[in-house]
Each structure stands twice: as structure tokens, then as C-alpha cells.
T-cell receptor
């Protein structure tokens, strides 16, 4: 069975500093990896995805993520955090080998950016 | 492009009552998903449709939950009878293919008293 681990319930960072939100995954086939963001009382919004190719993926709002196959990780990063980045972030994985594999989410990490 | 539409946004019912949620996916998206998000947890897949057919409903509590997708477009998720632990946000999402990202609706928040 596939799974995602987000080891931190909350990440605190000061505005202007770099941020990292951690994610590790487990899947039997090739991983398709995704990051989503959720603002209060809203649905999930897509940030970025890794399917194949360059290990460094760039996405919306200046976010990027690095795929590391040996460490089975897909950490979300941003060089300079904004207060408006404060939200709940979800990592998700699906099995690229399976025809209609489901997308499995982690439990989420709350990012708090202080002014 | 219109997004995924869901209704109602909020619903409060008493236990043992029934409730239904409606979802209209993005036009042309063949795959439709219903997720349950309990407070403090990540979304959990309840059911996945590919056009009219069910691809995965392994985590759907079939004794009380049911879902259908009419003509491969709109979908309805029903809970009958509801339990206290069904209090959650029910998220509908759609996608155009296997590698594509999911597009989520705003969700329907259910409170069971």
C-alpha cells in the first residue's frame, strides 16, 4: 500500500527566511508526487507535481520541491517566505505504474510565517 | 474555465438522519473523486469514478454511504443514517488523466449532532 509521511505538524518561519516542509513517501511503482495547499474553509489548491524528469520542480507562488529517489523524499521549499504563505500543506503520492491508482495524502503540515 | 462545484457548503443534521452532497466536475474530466477530510487529518479517498464506473471504493463505508455518477458527469454522495463520526468536510475533485493533478471543490462541511 502507498503512504505519505509528513513528520512535522507545524513549521514556523519568519518572513523573508527560507522554508522547508518535509515529505517522505512509500509506493511500489514509480511515484507521481504532488503538493497541495489549503487555506481556511477552502478546498485544496494544486502547487506542483513531479512525474518524471528534472528532480527540482517549480510550481505556483514561488514554491519548488526536490525529488530524491534514494531518500524517498519530496520536500517543499521556498527561498523567501511570505506571511500570506501561512496555510496547511499536503503532500500526496500515486503509483505511476497502476492504471487508475488513487492519490494518497499525508496528514498535512501547518506553515506559520511570522511578520 | 469553471471549477469543481459542490453543494451545499454547510450542513448540520442530527445522528441517524440522512444527507446528500452534490458535485459537478470540471467539464471534460473523466475521473471524479470523493474525499473525506476529518479535522486535523489529510483527505481520505472514499470513492473514485472513471466516467460512469467505480474504480476504487475500498474505503467507502457501504453500510451507510453510497455514491453515484450520473451519465459520467455529476455525482451525488449520500449518507444514511449519519453517525457522529461522519462530521467532516467532504471534498469532491476531478482530473483529466492519470498524471494530471486533481482539481478540488470548496468542500461540503457536515456537522452531525
Amino acid at each position: 500500500a502507498q503512504s505519505v509521511a509528513q513528520p512535522e505538524d507545524q513549521v514556523n518561519v519568519a518572513e523573508g527566511n527560507p522554508l522547508t516542509v518535509k515529505c517522505t513517501y512509500s509506493v511500489s511503482g514509480n511515484p507521481y508526487l504532488f503538493w497541495y495547499v489549503q487555506y481556511p474553509n477552502r478546498g485544496l489548491q494544486f502547487l506542483l507535481k513531479y512525474i518524471t524528469g528534472d528532480n527540482l520542480v517549480k510550481g505556483s507562488y514561488g514554491f519548488e520541491a526536490e525529488f530524491n529517489k534514494s531518500q524517498t523524499s519530496f520536500h517543499l521549499k521556498k527561498p523567501s517566505a511570505l506571511v500570506s504563505d501561512s496555510a496547511l500543506y499536503f503532500c500526496a503520492v500515486r503509483d505511476g505504474h497502476s492504471g487508475y491508482s488513487t492519490l494518497t495524502f499525508g496528514k498535512g503540515t501547518m506553515l506559520l510565517v511570522s511578520p | 474555465e469553471a471549477g469543481v462545484a459542490q453543494s451545499p457548503r454547510y450542513k448540520i443534521i442530527e445522528k441517524r438522519q440522512s444527507v446528500a452532497f452534490w458535485c459537478n466536475p470540471i467539464s471534460g474530466h473523466a475521473t471524479l473523486y470523493w474525499y473525506q477530510q476529518i479535522l486535523g487529518q489529510g483527505p481520505k479517498l472514499l470513492i473514485q469514478f472513471q466516467n460512469n464506473g467505480v474504480v476504487d471504493d475500498s474505503q467507502l463505508p457501504k453500510d451507510r454511504f453510497s455514491a453515484e455518477r450520473l451519465k459520467g458527469v455529476d455525482s451525488t454522495l449520500k449518507i444514511q443514517p449519519a453517525k457522529l463520526e461522519d462530521s467532516a468536510v467532504y471534498l469532491c475533485a476531478s482530473s483529466s488523466g492519470q498524471v494530471g493533478e486533481l482539481f478540488f471543490g470548496e468542500g461540503s462541511r457536515l456537522t452531525v449532532l
